[in-house]
Structure formats: structure tokens, C-alpha cells
């Protein structure tokens, strides 16, 4: 399985175009990944809101460019229109692999007085593989407020305890078959996106901490694969306006111990300028 997450900034390359089809052209480039785990995806935003985006429905669009793979949207702001449809920003997993349930999860947003910020959220998606279910889940926390980014850390890993739980205590279904037979949980887990802190900062260290004495704690695949290594920057590599010339890494895949062993190969693809962040590559010994 080769995993991609990448935060596209709505199609905005460095160049101040927003070009959808030169990201999925770049995508296909890289190896065209299983699963590919997308950030910043746009819907119904005018320019002025979001420089350089055409209103177009990006969620609608990418699908459209990767008919193989199943969808699953997350979306974690939802506004009215203000020339056409109501505009939605959020995430999107495209996968290769079955998906047998969709959860998005909506991220604590605390009050944080004169500090700009943003409804965020977790989009969760349990995988069908050879290994058997696997939660997948991508997300974008918050840049610009710590308080808000250390209660959605905290939300991601009661998140994490809670799918374990289900797979380890599972419940009584129906014969009838409904709602009450959805998929639970699982123990094995991947966590995949850009979370706004870079390694070693206390929010990237609570994430591979322990939850609790039953639930299996997250590792950095960077880590697993080059221990010891310096995480390559993943945003502000090609775009130092945005950036005042200080790229940093910031986006990342977490798996499970069991998934860890897997880990095969993990890049940074620093050549594409297609976004303002650097698309983060995984490749694990794993089938869907």
C-alpha cells in the first residue's frame, strides 16, 4: 500500500494559480498512492475569500479525477452561499482499498480571545485490508491558536481509545441488518496529515504518548523508517512569502505499532509546487 497525505491549499500552487488538475497530474506523478489523504479541499469560495478559487466544487472534482478510488469527505466548514452553493472547506480520502464506514468528527474549537482560527476537523474511515479493518483518519489543526490545538490533539487520541474500545469490547448487532450493524472500530490505526507542529513540540509529543494502559500508542512512520533523522520541511519549501523564508515540517503519518512494522519506505516529495506544503509519502508491506 502506498499512502499519500498532502495539504493542497485548495489547488494553489506557489505560482498563485489554483490549478486542480496540476495537483491530481502530481498525485499520478508520485506513484499514483492507494490512499491519498488530501487537506485545504475548497467548495463554493469566491476569490476574495480564497485568492485565486473559482467557486467550483473541489471535493466533486478530485473524485471525478480518481475514478478508482472510493471517496470520503470531511468537511469542517459550512457556510452560506455568497454567489452560489454554500461553501465547504475541509479534507478528502480517496482509497483504492474498500471503505467500510465514514466518520467525520467535528474538532474542539475553545474560545481563544484576538487569536484567529477556524472550525477543524478529524475525518475518520475504517479501511478494509488484508490485514483486516484499519481506521484511517486525516485531519488539519489549527495554526494559529496552541489552546485550540492542544484540546484537538486530545480529541484525536480519545478518538483513538474509543475506536480500540470498540474493537476490543465489540457490541451485539441485529439480524435485520440497519444502522445498529455499522463497523465500530479498530485497534489498528493510522493518522495521517498536517498538524501544525513540528517535531518535538509538545503537541507532536503527546500524540505518540501513551492514552491509556489498552490502547496501542501511535508512532511516527518519519521515525520508524529513519530513526534518528530530521524530518525533511514539508511547508515553505518553494513559497517563502507565505512562509518569511522559514520552511517547516508540519505534516506527518502516525500508525500503530502493528502497522509500524510494515513501514516500508517514507519521502517527502520536495520537488512539486503545486501547493504551498510538500505531499508526504508512505509505502507499507500491506494489500488492501
Known sequence: MRLMTWNIQWGRGVDGRVDLERVAREIERLGMPDVICLQEVADGFADNELAGHDGSNQFEALAGYFPRHETAIGVAVDMPPSTGRRRRFGNMILSRCPIVAVRPHLLPWPADAGVRSMQRVALEVLLHTALGEVRLTT??????????????????????AEGSAHARRPRPVSPAGGPYDGHAGSCSAILAGDFNCV????????????????????????????PGAQHPATAGVHDRVQWNDQPVSFDTVFVTGDIARRVQNVRVDSSTTASDHQPVLVELDLTC
Open 139 to 160: 485531519t488539519h489543526l489549527e495554526y494559529y491558536s496552541a489552546i485550540q490545538r492542544h484540546a484537538q490533539v486530545e480529541r484525536l487520541l480519545m478518538l483513538h
Open 199 to 226: 517535531p518535538g513540540s509538545a503537541e507532536r509529543l503527546r500524540i505518540t504518548s501513551a492514552v491509556d494502559d489498552l490502547t496501542p500508542p501511535f508512532l511516527d512512520t518519519w521515525q520508524v523508517a529513519s
